[in-house]
């Protein structure tokens, strides 16, 4: 009996100090999480909710908030969807959820929980719901940007561009100093969780150039930066940080930053530093920029007395003395957080993640109008994107913007971009060298240059006598004899006559045996259509295939909400051949986006964000550093398929192809009812889409796919041409 009562002791003993570890795990996660050493509480509350309670919210709740401060949004989401916070008990948890979705792109889900939180916070809930309308609006804009990232990025945070006499001046989280230039012989960080000074004398350098550390090797050169320079004057001020990487910018202490002054030297380097004079104790005060030739010094603080969060100041260097810092005001300023002023002399360039945006911390300007700075404007998508953006800074010899961002598909936790404006001088040039010249067959009879290329194409293809370009009328449709019979292998079917729609005064009044199927043909595209508007859809439908663009093949494009892209190249300032980049077919097609101020060259498209960062690194790994990842609602009119998916395309194919039928709503073909046919191609022309059979070797394989087209029902099917892109029609005699 004692032997039973001593077992039955040692396992409630053993249940005791399982429970009394769990519990130790969660509250070890806690203080970690409490002094923001993130990684370390996600470790441990992982192993707390595996160990003792997995249905721990709070846990789970925590857990998805140090997802959200080491930059993992996914991650995040998930955690937040498993403990599921409500406004009333968990009202930060709630509002950080909302904002993470929206930094993912999810903006009508974040929009849902914004209204939700109004019942918690009113004006918040308001003011971030609409600031998803806004984003959403945004993202439809055109592109105003040619972006790429900077060419030094490592795997570890690179941040805070600054410019000296011809050098550019940055801080790095990365390890090792392989290939940086330095006064030490070991090359390396001893510190894993220290940022230091280097500078790249490139506006852009290759990943193979050297860098070289801003201090010498008797000197502190550990968590210092961003650092901005006077301009004619050798004056310097840098921030004194504790930043980690990959973590968030602010918040990380509430009394990490710190402004110092120095003399800087003929190669960047400082001496003689000083604290600057208004730096508040327990109070972060840093980010620091020089303007009017190191006469006002811009910073953002978190001090007492401001808007919220941390607001941007402004201290004028006046009688040998700094003066009381002012703030900005609420046209800059608001209740979130405004950091990293840049001033270029004519606008202030910040970063704030209250002010109306896309998703973390946008980049905005401003600028002084009758003694008052203006409201902020956003500097729209391209510097702006989902995630983080900061840091920015105008070079300025060549006039480039440069900036910080943690957006998808960087090379690091925190990436340097440059982003060059598109001007209308830039977009002649690009239209003058990259956009073929559209063949317009209403006009072939009248030109001499169009009537020369289609006897070049029927000498050249060889087209049968029977065959021939022809000149189309836009009020006149080409008959069929009615009596006629087409056979095919497969069945004779009865050819409807293809009559002009506008000789009857309803679609219910023309003849059974004519009667256009809805869901089939180029006029009647919806069965409530009438006849007048079928009639002028008709009259339009011969414009169609004049500079009409391929979009895809064997599957069918709408618009989406969002996609992913793998920026390959953009057609800015050269011009990209394709061959270089048809090794990466294997993971999908390559597009070619014509925005209206450029062209990118990108592979895709993804829907999920996790395989386009699949295939983002195994693009890196075959030798395309720059690539990276662009987030975007897929705009027909802007896609144009350059080369098809690896074992897609037949080298053996002719240019023959049988255009089906257009239609305003792509959905409604169906790829089912011809498939069999051959390849099925989707092209779009001023908001109609084409569908065109493809993959014949000759005239006569096009030709017979054409006949079993009009018997199952596409009775304006008719044999076209691919001149080099553009869609050419052939007629019978």
């Known amino acids: 009996m004692s032997k039973k009562i001593s077992l039955v002791f040692l396992a409630l003993f053993g249940l005791g100090i399982t429970g009394s570890h769990a519990q130790k795990l969660f509250k070890k996660a806690n203080k970690q999480f409490e002094v923001k050493a993130y990684n370390l509480a996600i470790s441990n509350y992982h192993k707390s909710l595996q160990e003792e309670d997995a249905n721990n919210d709070l846990a789970k709740l925590r857990l998805a908030e140090s997802y959200r401060k080491t930059n993992r949004p996914i991650e995040a989401v998930q955690w937040y969807r498993k403990s599921n916070p409500s406004v009333e008990k968990h009202p930060s948890h709630y509002l950080n959820y909302a904002h993470t979705l929206k930094g993912i792109g999810k903006y009508d889900e974040a929009q849902e929980m914004y209204w939700g939180y109004k019942e918690h916070d009113p004006i918040i809930g308001e003011h971030y719901a609409q600031s998803c309308e806004f984003a959403k609006n945004n993202l439809k804009d055109i592109e105003k940007f040619d972006l790429q990232l900077f060419g030094a990025n490592s795997k570890y945070a690179d941040f805070g561009v600054s410019f000296y006499k011809g050098k550019v001046v940055f801080s790095s989280f990365r390890k090792s100093l392989d290939g940086v230039v ?8 001893r510190a894993k969780s220290k940022n230091r000074l280097v500078y790249a004398i490139s506006d852009n350098p290759s990943m193979n150039d050297p860098l070289h550390l801003l201090r010498d090797a008797i000197k502190e050169d550990q968590n210092m930066g961003p650092i901005s320079y006077a301009t004619n004057l050798s004056r310097c001020a840098y921030t004194k940080n504790e930043f980690k990487n990959g973590f968030d910018f602010v918040g990380v202490k509430d009394n990490d930053l710190s402004i110092y002054l120095a003399e800087a030297n003929e190669n960047g380097d400082f001496a003689d530093e000083i604290p600057f004079k208004h730096n508040e104790i327990g109070y972060a005060t840093g980010f620091p920029c020089l303007a009017f030739g190191g006469s006002a010094l811009y910073f953002s603080s978190n001090r007492p007395g401001g808007f919220g969060g941390y607001d941007i100041y402004v201290s004028y ?19 979130g957080n405004e950091i990293t002023p840049h001033f270029d002399g004519q606008h202030l360039y910040f970063s704030s993640d209250f002010h109306h945006g896309l998703g973390g911390f946008d980049v905005f300007k401003s600028k002084v109008v009758d003694g008052e700075w203006s409201f902020a404007h956003n500097l729209g998508k391209g510097v702006n994107s989902l995630s983080d953006d900061y840091f920015f800074a105008v070079n300025p010899r060549t006039r480039d913007f440069y900036f910080t961002s943690n957006r998808l598909g960087g090379r690091g936790k925190d990436d340097i971009y440059i982003a060059t ?3 209308q001088e830039d977009l002649l040039v690009y239209e003058e060298a990259l956009v073929p010249t559209a063949v317009n067959l209403n006009d072939m009879q009248k030109s001499d240059a169009m009537a020369s290329n289609a006897k070049r194409v029927n000498e050249e293809l060889e087209v049968p006598k029977a065959f021939k370009l022809s000149e189309l009328e836009s009020n006149q449709v080409k008959a069929i004899p009615p009596s006629a019979k087409i056979e095919d292998s497969e069945s004779t079917a009865f050819v409807p006559e293809r009559v002009k729609i506008s000789d009857y005064q309803n679609t219910d009044e023309v003849p059974e045996r004519v009667k256009l199927p809805s869901a089939k043909t180029d006029v009647i595209v919806n069965p409530e259509v009438s006849a007048t508007a079928a009639t002028e859809a008709e009259m339009r439908l011969d414009l169609e295939l004049s ?12 618009a989406q909400d969002d996609v992913y892209f793998i920026q390959v190249a953009a057609l800015f300032r050269s011009k990209v051949n394709l061959n270089d ?8 097609n390559l597009y070619k986006i014509y925005k209206t101020n450029s062209t990118k060259i990108r592979l895709g498209f993804y829907l999920n964000r996790t395989e386009a960062e699949a295939v983002l690194e195994d693009v890196r790994r075959l030798g395309f550093r720059d690539a990276f990842i662009a987030h975007e609602p897929l705009d027909l009119h802007e896609v144009q398929l350059a080369v098809e998916s690896a074992g897609e395309s037949d080298p053996y194919a002719s240019n023959y192809k049988v255009r089906l039928a257009s239609y305003e709503e792509p959905q409604f073909f169906d790829l089912s009812s011809v498939k069999d046919l051959g390849k099925i191609e989707q092209w779009t022309k001023k ?11 000759t005239l006569e394989d096009a030709e017979s796919a054409r006949v079993k087209a009009i018997n199952r029902g596409y009775v304006s099917a008719e044999l076209v041409i691919d001149n080099g892109g553009v869609l050419e029609r052939l007629v019978k005699n």
Do not use: C, M
């Open 182 to 189: 330095g006064d030490r012989k070991d090359q390396h960080i």
């Open 317 to 335: 260097f006046k009688d040998g003395d700094w003066t009381y810092p002012e703030n900005l005001g609420g046209q800059v300023n608001s209740s």
């Open 421 to 423: 404006p598109l001007d």
């Open 547 to 558: 500079t009409a663009k391929l979009v895809a093949v064997n599957e069918i494009l709408k």
């Open 581 to 588: 980049y048809k090794a990466l077919t294997k993971y999908g």
């Open 687 to 697: 908001g109609w889409t084409i569908f065109v059979l493809s993959g014949y070797r």
